[in-house]
Nanobody, 115 residues
Framework: QVQLVESGGGLVQPGGSLRLSCAAS????????MGWYRQAPGKQRELVAV???????IYGDSVQGRFTISRDNFKNAVYLQMNSLEPEDTAVYYC?????????WGQGTQVTVSS
């Protein structure tokens, strides 16, 4: 069974930065793509960023230019560097992978942007 373990969430002031990490229990070469979604209270889950096996990436409109997704093939991990954080970025952030025609989700990590 594939496990995804997220870390790096927390409380940060507006304009600050956080880096989320997601470690997979198997080689990330098994995944067609890896990425992050988020869900704020009362809202639908939305795309933050995904990175495909070939290396291309896609970002949600609201984070374009502020967030950067990357991966470490040796550590079987994907990262989300979040800069210029805004209160609207407050949400639970979920790591996700596409594995054998199935989408798998991590437990989620809370990110709160507040002064």
């Amino acid at each position: 069974q594939v496990q995804l373990v997220e870390s790096g969430g927390g409380l940060v002031q507006p304009g600050g930065s956080l880096r989320l990490s997601c470690a997979a229990s198997i080689s990330i070469f098994n995944f067609n793509q890896m990425g992050w979604y988020r869900q704020a209270p009362g809202k639908q889950r939305e795309l933050v960023a995904v990175i495909r096996r070939i290396g291309s990436s896609i970002y949600g409109d609201s984070v374009q230019g502020r967030f950067t997704i990357s991966r470490d093939n040796f550590k079987n991990a994907v990262y989300l560097q979040m800069n210029s954080l805004e209160p609207e970025d407050t949400a639970v952030y979920y790591c996700t992978v596409d594995y054998q025609s199935t989408t798998l989700w991590g437990q989620g990590t809370q990110v709160t942007v507040s002064s």
